[in-house]
């Protein structure tokens, strides 16, 4: 078992047995038959052949906590109990939760080690452990993710960071072939960017439309400034260490070395508010635009989760005020109101907008494992991109357990909701074409052989060892 790095007190005297259906501790057994089941069969983990134990092995010593199932039924007892802000409960599974999960462990105890941080987290705020708990059980893991969380990447840092896997790069790939054959014909391509790594794709956009046959249309590109108009609790990572004026700086001047003339704006705007002030700043736009010369494209990568959902409550839309929808529901028909060309969708397939923290505990360790399984495949254990890496995960864990209200951003929803939702305010699907799909297969040879891409309607969907991770979806005004 480890030990603690730093000085911890014992945990507190042990409830006894029966007394929350089963205890905690050193030498103790823990009843698990009557935890949460989750609705629907759990992944398949590396390694494991079953997700929940049986009756027949419903006690298990401490010693055999590490298993993975294990691990996230101990997780999920450990909400319960801080949702029934039961102190002591909490504080004897955050106990055995760090003796198991060290943060430098294999992938499922370094997964595992993220969530205790985030349900210490939760706790901390609730007051179902109080801040002297909190710190004598993970202080070092939570002060080193603080640290990394705040770490700011310069453009070059960044363009290698976000090249390290296919998270994003599938996203850039597919979005940008469609791009180029929705500005076919266009004279200007104005790309309204709604996204979460700062413009990474944009160069090689840029690249593409330099070679274009016809000769490069003038690139007009209007980006989306969340972290300027958000909290630091709502701003997802990476974060940029320049300023977006430097940074469209340097991409008009790469345009130009490119041959392509380019306008860089930035907009100040917020996902808590359905992007508006993005909207009508796009609308002033189109009043005063030749919109027969002008190919407009939004570009949605990895931040329409953030506009909050159902779960967040709604907003009263039409004349008379009459018609109760979401902010998610409202930014993709004010979309539509644009009459863009195309939007492309790059999602994370997941559902985290469960309204209850376990539920979205199960979904999100389900989901997430996928991010640590596959790290270990392109760097090295200690490295300080993969600590980087990593800490981007844990933020989302964080955000996902810890926060609630607009400063809870990671509100995923999976692939056909998505779909449910764009068919909803007015759009079509539009099939990526074999040349797109070819350029994924290309991107995806470059990286380790456990990542793949399959075709699910419409759409393009980036697998790791056959489970789904990101899916790209185009969509044109039906």
Known sequence: MMQFTHTAPPPPPLHPNGAHGGSLGLGLFLDVVGAPRAASSAR?????????????????SLGNLNSTSC????????????????????????WVLNNI????????????????CALVARASRTGACSKAVAAAVVASAVESAAALHAHRFTAVELASFVDLTPWHRFGYTAANAAIVDAAEGFPVLHVVELGTTHCMQIPTLIDMLATRAEGPPILRLTVADVASASTAAA?????????????????????????????????????ADAFSSLVDQ???????????????????????????????????????????????????KSLRALEPNLVVVAEEDADFTAGDVVGRLRAAFNFLWIPYD??????????????????EVGW???????????????????????????????????????????????????????????????????????????????????
């Open 71 to 94: 691990m996230e039924q101990l997780l999920v007892h450990c909400a319960n109990a801080i949702e029934a802000n039961d102190a002591t409960l909490t504080q004897q599974i955050l």
């Open 396 to 478: 989302k864990v964080e955000n996902v357990l810890a926060q609630e209200g607009v400063e809870r951003v990671e509100r995923q929803e999976d692939r056909a909701r998505w779909g449910q939702r764009m068919r909803g305010a007015g759009f079509r699907a539009v099939a990526f074409g074999e040349e797109a799909a070819g350029e994924v297969k290309a991107m995806l040879n470059e990286h380790a052989a456990g990542w793949g891409m399959k075709r699910e309607d419409d759409d393009l969907v980036l697998t790791w060892k056959g489970h789904n991770v990101v899916f790209a979806s185009a969509w044109a005004p039906s």
């Open 44 to 60: 398949p983990w590396p390694g494991t052949t079953t997700s929940f134990l049986t009756p027949a092995s419903s006690k298990i």
């Open 101 to 116: 999960a060290p943060p430098d462990g294999d992938s499922n105890q370094r997964l595992t080690a993220a969530f205790l």
């Open 235 to 271: 701003t997802p990572p990476p974060a940029l260490d320049m300023s977006y004026d430097e940074l469209g700086a340097k991409l008009v001047n790469f345009a130009r070395s490119r041959n392509v003339s380019m306008d860089f704006r930035v907009v100040p705007t917020s996902p």
């Open 282 to 332: 796009l609308r002033v736009q189109q009043l005063v635009s030749d919109g027969g010369a002008e190919a407009l494209v939004v570009n949605c990568h990895m931040l329409l989760h953030a506009v909050p959902d159902e779960t967040a409550g709604t907003v009263m839309l039409g004349a008379a005020q009459q018609q109760a929808v979401s902010l998610r529901t409202m930014v993709l």
């Open 374 to 391: 596959a790290v270990d495949t392109f760097l090295p254990k200690g490295s300080e991109r993969r600590r980087w890496y990593e800490a």
